[in-house]
């Protein structure tokens, strides 16, 4: 069975059921994960108060940067779907447990701390074999949809996660918010039991893990694109996958426009975010991807410096509206280059490796992100968050590969 085999020829992605319930199984988890989050600092907050907040949610963050290669290494060896089925289960039944444990007693560190200790763990194997799905359950000319459909659930998700959150928080307590993420961390298991996906190339004998993770990175290391985009990826995620988030309170702060403005500039980022997605998956056709790419990086670059820059608060909405399009842009097109690019045999491993750049690292750099900030101005990191990204959009330009980089366009025979 091939990727043709399961997505109709013609069909785009938006119209194949197979990769609508994939799309609803990580939407359901992503959601999850908001929630599950949030009724974990709200429980850490009530059981040692705000101070004790960040050690949990390090406790759970750690093992997840630490394990995330390891975790590709196991999509790999064992199936993506596989993989993400057996830990969307563990997940369910360990958040489901702590709904429980937190109903019959109060909830206290002791409790909270193992709880994100093993969703962390858990989650470093969950992310790269869920990621590593989409060439394998649809064909390479639909993955620029793809990746535009999951840029949009994700924004679904950090949108109705919260309030589901605050919901069941309201009229259940931490017990009701487990519950809630518990289940819908069922609902993506049960979607992800009916994904057909397409088998890998050929077989390969397994070595050891540690031998498998080197053969990984040297893949990467050795590809003529991957190794390039890999690090394009590094640095555009840098700041972008957690925080300008710091940074837009501090911003918000420090020009004294409350937490309404900051939530105001906020917003407009993820509404640009979702707008890029929607064109994407609707659109998908991105000619010369690679200068699209670069082009995008630019100018997220002006649009970061700018908005440190801003002084009314317009301005900074506008701005943040410009960089969530322009990052939204650049995350959709390398995750397309990324999956069409892969051997999938690897997919897994590089999968981790590119989430581990834009999640993985949030724990240093959320410090980061203050210090600078209390130092030198919230202006300062948002210009040195310009530079990086312009860093990445020279780089793109300058490697010849990736500024010739082009995705396969959709059948024209489509809109019939």
Request: proline fraction near 6%.
């Amino acid at each position: 069975m091939t990727s043709n085999d399961i997505a109709a020829p013609g069909l785009p992605a938006y119209r194949d059921i197979n990769v609508l319930r994939w799309l609803a199984a990580y939407t359901a988890s992503v959601t999850g994960d908001v929630v599950y989050f949030l009724a974990l600092s709200w429980s850490a907050t009530r059981a040692a108060g705000p101070s004790q907040v960040g050690l949990v949610i390090t406790a759970g963050a750690l093992p997840r940067a630490v394990l995330m290669l390891g975790g590709g290494v196991v999509a790999d060896r064992f199936g993506p779907r596989r993989v993400a089925v057996a830990s969307d289960a563990t997940r369910c039944v360990v958040i489901l447990a702590a709904a429980a444990a937190v109903l019959l007693i109060s909830p206290k560190l002791w409790l909270l701390i193992p709880v994100a200790l093993v969703f962390g763990v858990v989650d470093a194997v969950f992310m790269p074999a869920v990621g590593a799905l989409p060439p394998r359950i649809t064909a390479p000319e639909q993955l620029t949809r793809v990746q535009g459909m999951r840029g949009l659930s994700i924004r679904l998700s950090n949108t109705a996660g919260p309030l589901m959150a605050g919901v069941v928080l309201a009229v259940g307590g931490a017990a009701g918010a487990f519950a809630a993420a518990g289940a819908l961390f069922a609902i993506s298991l049960a979607l992800l039991l009916t994904v057909q996906v397409s088998p890998l190339p050929s077989a390969r004998h397994h070595t050891s893990a540690r031998r498998e993770l080197s053969d990984g990175l040297r893949y990467i290391r050795r590809h003529r694109m991957l190794a390039p985009l890999v690090t394009v990826i590094g640095l555009s995620e840098m700041c972008f996958s957690g925080p300008v988030a710091a940074g837009l309170v501090l911003l918000a702060d420090e020009r004294g426009w409350g937490a309404a403005g900051m939530g105001w500039i906020a917003s407009a980022f993820s509404i640009g975010a979702a707008a890029a997605a929607l064109l994407l998956t609707v659109w998908a056709r991105i000619p010369r991807a690679g200068l699209a790419m670069s082009g995008a990086l630019f100018l997220t670059a002006v649009g970061a410096v700018a908005l440190g820059h801003a002084r009314s608060l317009p301005f900074a909405v506008a701005f943040g509206a410009l960089i969530g399009l322009t990052n939204g842009v650049t995350a959709t097109v390398t995750g397309a280059l990324i999956q069409t690019e892969t051997d999938p045999r690897y997919l897994g491993r590089v999968t981790a490796v590119t989430t581990l750049c834009a999640l993985g690292l949030a724990p240093v750099l959320f410090p980061l992100a203050g210090v600078t900030v209390a130092v030198w101005g919230a202006a300062m990191f948002f210009t040195v968050c310009g530079g990086i990204c312009l860093i990445a959009a020279v780089f793109g330009i300058s490697v010849p590969v990736l500024r010739r980089a082009e995705l396969r366009d959709p059948p024209q025979t489509e809109g019939r």
